[in-house]
């Protein structure tokens, strides 16, 4: 176990060098990077396209997409006007940062103002892993049910926004909004949160907006 | 990455062994064990509550929550009259067969004749891991979307048995069910396949009704 723990930590401490460097190269080239983060069908994919749809022409985006299969998810970043790169994780659970690097060599970033990471779809192991990205966003999602924070407190903990999703589904699933709250207060007050329906296109304004200022935040740093 | 593969493939090693164990620990007290994996919120505790509501008295049913933190589940199966243990996994992604020797351990087994195991809400990790159960079932939900089995495969191709959930709410989200199962089909040709809804109740006789057909076929080898 020991021995372990031991593999695990250099893991992670080479991890996070790496994922300095990441930041370096996203601050160097003027790009704000957000690392997107779910459980499996919270809606990520379905986020990008309405981002990408407010977004696109106005900021020049790019995306990301890390999946243990498939290339689903780029090929519809890519029709909803992203530079979409896929990364197949080889079963690997998680982006690590070494991924993201993959990722970026094979972008120009000279010409991106924002880069959305897509993760792999899991509420535990992405959590451990920094990519080197200015924030990351987590998706909840309604049918999912209103105890995930209490069941997966590292994932809520880390964050620096919020979105429910399906929203939409309320009058048909039992859901209690303000437990779920409690929750997510409890683990990372003042969280900023949006409640949106991506497929009914609710709320997503106000993402959009917390989007677009954090890019211009970036942009006045730099 | 040489060092870390060697690292995983003598954790893996050592898992089926212990898996092996359980095995023998289950066979011996002539328990039926079911490993039921799903991502989060696809409704594991739900369909337990059911399955509870269905066999109790009448089969003696144990159950085994995995979780990264939290009892919540495990209260929610003792309430519905299962003799239930909570294993917190510490940040883990997933159950391992140490961690089920830890739950056989805390549990009466002459006293049970089925033994739920209900594992961490994940898609990916769990699927590595045997435990040492006899089969193993994955629930899929309706909102998660049609495109899991195309984007989960291993886990996809690896279980006996999948439960379709929340089939009540396909009115309300886009789903194409024939795209679903098609998938299904491509990575477990001819996998026993029930469309229910933990919610109303819907197709939940015939997932009983193939759960109880496993406990008999156990007790006629044993």
């Given at each position: 176990m020991k021995q372990r723990i031991a593999v695990v930590e250099k893991i992670l401490g080479a991890n996070d060098r790496l994922a300095e460097e990441n930041r370096r190269r996203l601050d160097g080239a003027g790009v704000f990077g957000l690392n997107l983060m779910a459980s499996p069908g919270a809606g990520k994919t379905s986020l990008i396209e309405r981002t990408l749809a407010a977004l696109v022409p106005e900021l020049r985006v790019g995306v990301i997409d890390g999946d243990v299969a498939t290339s689903i998810d780029a090929d519809r970043a890519a029709a909803a006007g992203a530079t979409a790169v896929q990364i197949n994780t080889g079963g690997e659970c998680h982006l690590d940062a070494t991924m993201l690097q993959g990722g970026l060599d094979a972008?120009?970033?000279?010409?991106?103002d924002v880069l959305l990471v897509e993760n792999?779809?899991?509420?535990?192991?992405?959590?451990?892993?920094?990519?080197?990205?200015?924030q990351s966003a987590l998706i909840a999602s309604?049918?999912?049910?209103?105890?995930k924070p209490y069941k997966y407190p590292t994932m809520y903990r880390g964050v620096n926004a919020l979105v429910i999703n399906k929203i939409d589904l309320l009058p048909y699933v039992p859901f209690d909004l303000a437990y779920f709250r409690r929750g997510v207060e409890l683990l990372n007050p003042g969280l900023v949160t949006f409640e949106v329906s991506c497929r009914t296109g609710q709320g997503l304004e106000a993402w959009v907006e917390w989007l677009r200022m954090q890019v211009s935040s970036l942009e006045r740093v730099g």
């Open positions: 972008l120009d970033l000279e010409a991106l792999v779809g899991n509420l535990i192991c992405p959590a451990a892993f920094s990519l080197g990205t200015h309604i049918p999912e049910g209103d105890d």
